[in-house]
T-cell receptor, first 110, second 114 residues
Framework: SQQGEEDPQALSIQEGENATMNCSYK?????LQWYRQNSGRGLVHLIL?????REKHSGRLRVTLDTSKKSSSLLITASRAADTASYFC??????????FGAGTRLFVKA | NAGVTQTPKFQVLKTGQSMTLQCAQD?????MYWYRQDPGMGLRLIYY???????DKGEVPNGYNVSRLNKREFSLRLESAAPSQTSVYFC?????????????FGQGTRLTVV
């Protein structure tokens, strides 16, 4: 079963709007990571948030983590057409395995 | 910096044929992984290798075998390909960055079994 589950499955917004994606997970974690995948390409690491952190920023990305609810959110502010991609949350399992959710497909209309 | 390199990028097989997907990383990572990604689904772990000389089954190992040839290389073999193995395959390796584990991915192999 998937450790991380993203919500929504798909999101379509206008350029300049903010995009929010959510991820829920099942077991206790040391950290949670977000990845981006452009169509037909491999995954690229975006940001990692540790279990003792509640919020983290990287450029236009803002990630929050609520360990009590076992959930995380990824906010992309002032979205651009180039942000069109699938976004995955990933959590470690068994110390070093990384388990991925099904992803959120984001489409940013110019 | 090559990172994780997978070959081939595309492959079409007939049912019953065999093939090996190659993966190499130049980051001196201990752990390597093979995932498959099907439309509308996340990545599912096929096999992983925690370190050179060890391999373990992941979530969907049936129909696959792996070899950790050395620290750099981790290959995935389909002995008798089936249409259900049509998928995009990703190799990954993990290493520590700032004390936390980060995964690095290859560009993927798009496999079609007809």
């Amino acid at each position: 079963s998937q450790q991380g589950e993203e919500d929504p499955q798909a999101l379509s917004i206008q350029e300049g709007e903010n995009a929010t994606m959510n991820c829920s997970y099942k077991t206790s974690i040391n950290n949670l990571q977000w990845y981006r995948q452009n169509s037909g390409r491999g995954l690229v690491h975006l940001i990692l948030i540790r279990s003792n952190e509640r919020e983290k920023h990287s450029g236009r990305l803002r990630v929050t983590l609520d360990t009590s609810k076992k959930s995380s959110s990824l906010l992309i502010t002032a979205s651009r057409a180039a942000d069109t991609a699938s976004y995955f949350c990933a959590t470690p399992e068994g110390g070093f395995k990384t388990i991925f959710g099904a992803g959120t497909r984001l489409f940013v209309k110019a | 910096n090559a990172g994780v390199t997978q070959t081939p990028k595309f492959q079409v097989l007939k049912t019953g044929q065999s093939m090996t997907l190659q993966c190499a990383q130049d980051m001196n990572h201990n752990s390597m992984y093979w995932y498959r990604q099907d439309p509308g689904m996340g990545l599912r772990l096929i096999y992983y290798s925690a370190s050179e000389g060890t391999t373990d089954k992941g979530e969907v190992p049936n129909g696959y075998n792996v070899s950790r040839l050395n620290k750099r290389e981790f290959s995935l073999r389909l002995e008798s390909a089936a249409p259900s193995q049509t998928s995009v395959y990703f190799c990954a390796s993990t290493g520590s960055k700032g004390g936390e584990v980060e995964a690095f991915f290859g560009q993927g192999t798009r496999l079609t079994v007809v």
